[in-house]
């Protein structure tokens, strides 16, 4: 049995350490006090404490950001996936003219990230459409700047899928939006979930955009980390449980859906 390069096992568990390693330093000493820390940066909590992420739970404030951070994120994923797979299913499915260069648009979308557009895109938010501070004025941008990603994961994708299916249904008498909801959509949820953690979880990161347009209680969780990290810098443990626990909600769904994701990517390479 060919068990690999030993070098490659060596780089991927120094890969694997220095992108988990952070995650559980964090998340450990948030169980220790300040003074643990202070004596022993490197050690393991001893005693373990709750104080700290028992803190966190009972934080009103973290519930609001919480909360704002999940509506947002889900609103992202909606508009992102529904708006990507119509854009895509035809991009895929159907020959026309301008198919290539249309798709081409999305591809060269990839090339400019929020952060290129932050500043006039917030002033449009938020003299124009009059959307600052509100759930849809975060949400609408940042599912605008996931659809290039969106499109071009489904496309190769739905392409992929067998033609006799579609020419199948159609004599069954199926319509062309029959063929797209019945058939294209049930057969494309690699994919979909793919794309859908994809805007998700980078939209429960996002701090930028959220900074500039949100205020107060309509604050996000990554703004709410920020200010509690100022508001209570003396207290390392604290910021260091309050941080863990708002990187969970992404872990745990990235992690519970890795292997969708990884057979949606497969199949997109593939197509």
């Not at 659809?147 to 249904?169: D, G, N, S, Y």
Request: proline letters at 7%.
């Amino acid at each position: 049995m060919n068990r690999g390069n030993p070098a490659t096992y060596v780089i991927a568990l120094a890969v694997v350490a220095l992108s988990v390693g952070p995650v559980v330093y964090g998340a450990l000493n948030g169980f220790r006090s300040n003074e643990q820390l202070a004596t022993d940066p490197a050690g393991l909590p001893d005693p373990w404490r709750l104080e700290n992420y028992s803190a966190v739970f009972t934080n009103p404030d973290f519930w609001r950001y919480a909360t704002n951070s999940m509506v947002v994120a889900a609103l992202t994923t909606l508009i992102a996936v529904g708006a990507g797979v119509l854009a895509a299913y035809p991009l895929a499915r159907y020959d026309f003219r301008l198919r290539e260069p249309l798709f081409m648009v999305f591809v060269l979308g990839l090339l400019f990230p929020l952060a290129t557009a932050i500043i006039p895109l917030s002033i449009f938010i938020s003299r124009d459409l009059q959307l600052s501070n509100t759930w849809w004025g975060v949400a609408l941008p940042q599912a605008a700047f996931a659809l290039p990603v969106t499109v071009v994961i489904l496309r190769p994708f739905l392409m992929a899928l067998p033609r006799e299916l579609e020419e199948a249904a159609l004599i069954d008498g199926a319509s062309r939006i029959g063929v797209f909801w019945r058939i294209a959509i049930p057969l494309s949820r690699p994919a979909l979930v793919t794309v859908g953690v994809l805007a998700f979880v980078a939209s429960w990161n996002s701090y930028l955009l959220p900074l500039l347009l949100l205020q107060g209680e309509m604050r996000t969780l990554p703004l709410g980390v920020a200010d509690y990290s100022t508001q209570y810098s003396a207290d390392t443990a604290g910021v260091l449980a309050f941080t863990t626990v708002a990187t969970l909600p992404a872990l745990i769904l990235f992690l519970s859906l890795q292997g969708r994701i990884v057979n949606g990517l497969q199949g997109a390479v593939k197509g």
